[in-house]
């Protein structure tokens, strides 16, 4: 048994997961939240005692301020606080300092994204054997549990896998991962999670086919999918964290990850790419100060945390998954659907964080219980997948799984064709008005006798990216 959380990191993803670890702190123990800014852990810690989610008032729950680069800061503070169980929830960025406490420590070790270094970006696959892995002999020598991925996607998606390889395939063909999300925050633009990471996941395309990694340009394979709930939305070939540690270790031919976007948020995206304003590299001013682009984009858009208040319509995630099951083919889609509104009501949080903050204190809950206890580095795929969906569908992810018929309008065709054929189909056309750029986001009105430009209806795909914070 394990007892004692930190937190480290309190963007929305940490705010979701001390609200869910503060709902059964009679299981976890004390929950500590450390951020740079302890001010925004403060704010976290108010949000959950408002809604009243602290189970157990005997057990803490309290700040500390923490630079997670700082490995002997961090050292102490696990120390400390005789923490046993480590959730890292702060940009990939600190990911190999803080595991370096928990080899140091003892602590167990769960992050929701793969380490990145801030001159690089999009590394060449598999990208976990540039960082995690390697430390993976160290982990397995102490007994060290890490678990690796463990938000929704990756995460969940992961944990999916899994769940068709053991339950619904004797063997499978391909996996489609697909995540959309169809709600509107009424911004002109806004990333759902910090700009600065999810703008650096859309510079390269890696995806795995045919049992080998191929590279794509972003946003050049486009295909429109019938969604539960949601409805028809376009997605687009993307690379994602999950590919990096599933074509390692789940036994198919092609694994590839779609991720919703909306007609204005490709526009937005290319002109901001085009211009410079995402390079992750540094320029010098006239006045021989460095900025980074990238940075000044960020501070220009709204804190995604701003969003949840007005958040409107849900997100849908899913695997779509082809094989065959005792000789026969077979489809299903694995899949969970959350609404922004209820997700506010509940926790104070829009549903992209939702889904990606609840699966960590669920990890944590049954890593507190023992039921996983790997003792070594692991991805979630390679823990069982039964006692964690068991426990996110009690606690605010319920899991659907639908039979699909092979070949029907329900299926999904994501093989990818000649790129002059993709280029040609993934095409964005926004209708966009000086006077009012929200035209763009709302949609405009036909002219008599003519053709409007597409323009992203209300209902809009405004996706930016699950695997950060």
Not at 19 to 33: E, P, R, S, V
Not at 89 to 117: K, P
Not at 449 to 466: D, F, M, N, Q, S
Request: glycine share 6%; hydrophobic share 40%; charged share 25%.
């Amino acid at each position: 048994m394990k007892k004692n959380v930190m937190i480290i990191g309190a963007g929305g993803v940490a705010h979701v997961t001390a609200h869910k670890a503060a709902m059964f702190n009679d299981i976890l123990g004390d929950i500590c939240i450390a951020s740079r800014t302890r001010a925004k852990c403060d704010e976290i810690i108010a949000s959950v005692k408002r809604k009243r989610h602290v189970k157990d008032r005997s057990k803490k729950l309290y700040s500390r301020q923490l630079d997670a680069l700082d490995i002997p800061a961090t050292i102490k503070l696990i120390k400390q606080t005789r923490t046993e169980i480590v959730v890292n929830l702060a940009q990939a960025f600190v990911n190999m300092s803080v595991l370096e406490a928990c080899l140091a420590t003892g602590a167990v070790y769960m992050d929701t994204a793969i380490h990145e270094e801030p001159d690089k970006v999009c590394e060449n696959p598999p990208w976990y054997a540039n960082y995690e892995w390697k430390r993976k002999s160290r982990c397995k020598k102490k007994g060290l549990s890490a678990i690796l991925g463990v938000g929704f996607d990756p995460g969940v998606v992961n944990a999916y896998c899994a769940l068709a390889a053991k339950h619904y395939f004797d063997t499978l063909d391909t996996i489609d991962i697909m995540d959309v999300n169809a709600g509107s925050h009424g911004k002109y633009f806004a990333t759902n999670f910090d700009p600065e990471i999810n703008f650096r996941e859309f510079v390269k395309v890696w995806t795995w086919i045919d049992r080998q990694w191929k590279q794509y340009p972003t946003h050049s394979v486009k295909r429109l999918y019938d969604f539960p709930v949601v409805g028809r939305c376009p997605i687009y070939l993307n690379g994602h964290d999950e590919l990096h540690s599933l074509s390692k270790n789940i036994d198919a031919n092609s694994i590839r990850f779609w991720m919703g976007f909306g007609d204005h948020y490709i526009n937005v995206f290319t002109v901001l790419r085009t211009l410079g304003f995402l390079s992750h590299l540094p320029v010098r001013l006239a006045t021989g100060q460095d900025v980074v682009p990238l940075k000044v984009t960020r501070a220009l858009l709204p804190d995604p945390k701003t969003l949840a208040p007005g958040y409107t319509g849900k997100t849908c995630i899913g695997n779509l998954c082809k094989g065959w099951k005792n000789g026969k083919q077979r489809e299903i889609l694995i899949y969970q659907v959350s609404d922004h509104h209820t997700c506010y009501q509940e926790v104070e949080s829009q549903g992209i964080s939702y889904t990606a903050g609840v699966p960590p204190a669920a990890a944590a809950i049954l890593v507190a219980k023992g039921i996983w206890e790997p003792k070594t580095m692991v991805n979630v795929e390679e823990l069982d997948p039964d006692p964690f969906i068991k426990l996110l569908n009690k606690i605010g992810l319920p899991t659907q799984v639908k039979e699909i018929k092979p070949g029907s309008q329900a299926s999904f065709n994501g093989t990818v064709r000649a790129l002059d054929v993709e280029l040609a189909e993934s095409t964005a056309t926004v209708t966009v008005s000086a006077a009012n750029p929200m035209i763009a986001v709302t949609g405009a009105p036909k002219k008599p006798g003519k053709t409007a430009g597409k323009a992203v209806p209300k209902k809009a795909v405004k996706k930016t990216g699950r695997r950060r914070r």
